[in-house]
């Protein structure tokens, strides 16, 4: 093992601007923005990030995301492609590596003839980051389908969790380690014309319904039990309200836009403006489903 950083030289960047990996095209510079192109090599750079005290993050496809204005300071890790994007379909099993799109291994599953996933069709992101966030909609999350889940440590030991160490709730599991190498889905057989009606169908009222070409990072809340987020900011008259370049989507009230030239600073005061309204009306406390850096 390497107790060295200099010996990831050729993988770094100084000072690189993380507003280009993001989403939102928002927040501040990466002190040390690492490219590893190995699996090999990613264990090895955080197992020496651990050693050398250097604090790290993992960016995988930036789509969930807020990045503050005044950047990340230790090491930021991007999973960038050809590292960790696998998908493999035997029988009725899909294996994915951590690194790759939730939308690939989406379409994967339904070239497969394998029902499931369908449902998840136009959430953004990597697979990795959808299981340890239970990503989902009205149609099911992906928990359900999870067997096992190859990770990484926070101190870069690598482990397999599955069974009763698995556990899915509601945007959340019990996958808090830093970072997800690989994923083992079960899923079912099914006919490929009704899987893909299906798939069409939710694709159309997402199009419908969510500001999809706008430049947004997906829900910024979680809905409450039994409510939606959406419904609550907009019973507060809060669609179109902005904030310098962002914005909440006149199309759905729980998505924020931002323009060119935003700041992750507009978007937190949106976000504070909005849960004072929905905790004044309603006396509701708004969670937030976007991770914040």
């Known amino acids: 093992m390497t107790n060295s950083l200099d010996d990831f030289s050729d993988i770094l960047s100084l000072d690189e601007n993380l507003a ?5 095209k928002i927040g501040g510079k990466a002190e040390r923005f690492y490219t590893p192109t190995s699996r090999d090599q990613l264990v090895a ?9 250097v604090p790290v993050k993992v960016l995988g496809g930036g789509s969930n995301l807020l990045v503050a204005d005044a950047g990340v300071s230790g090491a930021v890790i991007k999973l960038a492609d050809p590292l960790l994007n696998k998908v493999t379909v035997n029988g009725n099993i899909v294996a994915a590596e951590g690194g790759a799109l939730l939308s690939h291994v989406v379409s994967e599953s339904v070239r497969a003839n394998l029902a499931g996933l369908e449902n998840l069709v136009g959430i953004p992101g990597t697979i990795g980051a959808a299981v340890a966030g ?4 009205r149609h099911g999350d992906i928990g359900e389908f999870v067997r096992s889940v190859e990770v990484m ?10 069974n009763d160490e698995l556990t899915f709730a509601y945007r959340t599991s019990s996958i808090t380690d830093l970072v997800v190498l690989s994923v ?17 169908k939710i694709w159309i009222m997402k199009r ?3 500001p999809m070409a706008d430049q947004s990072a997906g829900c910024i809340f979680r809905n409450p039990r039994g409510l939606s987020a959406g419904a609550l900011i907009e019973q507060c008259g809060l669609k179109d309200l902005s904030v310098g370049k962002a914005r909440i989507s006149d199309r759905h009230a729980n998505f924020v836009v931002t323009e060119p030239g935003a700041c ?7 976000v504070d403006k ?4 929905v905790a004044e009306k309603f006396g509701v406390d708004l969670q937030l489903e976007i991770r914040q850096w």
């Open 134 to 137: 239970n990503s989902g909609g």
């Open 274 to 277: 909005v849960k004072a309204a």
């Open 208 to 210: 419908a319904t969510q």
């Open 264 to 270: 992750s600073g507009e978007v937190q005061s949106l």
């Open 153 to 162: 440590t926070h101190t870069g030991e690598v482990v397999e969790r599955r």
């Open 45 to 53: 750079l955080v197992r020496c990030c651990v050693a050398n005290s």
């Open 20 to 24: 280009a990996h993001t989403w939102l």
């Open 184 to 200: 083992t889905l079960e899923l079912r057989p099914d006919e490929s014309n009704d899987l893909t009606t299906r798939m069409k």
